[in-house]
């Protein structure tokens, strides 16, 4: 498995923008598909973003559609998400994951989960 390690959350007012990144360790994060996921107190964890191992297909949550950005580095064994135009409702642990299969939305399709990263949006 992959280990994975988030960074950029934080507090920002509404209209701002975050970078959220996702570190991986391991010789082969290129063969893997990525998504960001996000859960809020008392809520399910949901889909954000997912981007293929080769970056050419890249699903978002209707939520977020044409605010955020998925993106990735596979010579960094990095994957980004670009927030802009941040809403309070968007407050939540951010979640980066790892799957080996077909690109999914679904939490079951990751096998590997790193330990979230805070973003909170002020109104």
């Known amino acids: 498995q992959v280990q994975l390690v988030e960074s950029g959350g934080g507090l920002v007012q509404a209209g701002g923008s975050l970078r959220l990144s996702c570190a991986a360790s391991?010789?082969?994060?290129?063969?893997?598909?990525m998504g960001w996921f996000r859960q809020a107190p008392g809520k399910e964890r949901e889909f954000v973003a997912a981007?293929?191992?080769?970056?050419?297909?890249?699903p978002y949550a209707d939520s977020v559609k044409g605010r955020f950005t998925i993106s990735r580095e596979n010579a960094k064994n990095t994957v980004y998400l670009q927030m802009n135009n941040l809403k309070p409702e968007d407050t939540a642990v951010y979640y980066c994951?790892?799957?080996?299969?077909?690109?999914?939305?679904?939490?079951?399709?990751?096998?590997?989960w790193g330990q979230g990263t805070q973003v909170t949006v002020s109104s």
């Open positions: 994951a790892a799957g080996v299969f077909n690109i999914a939305t679904v939490v079951s399709r990751y096998q590997s």
């Open positions: 391991g010789r082969t994060f290129s063969s893997y598909h």
């Open positions: 981007i293929s191992w080769s970056g050419g297909s890249t």
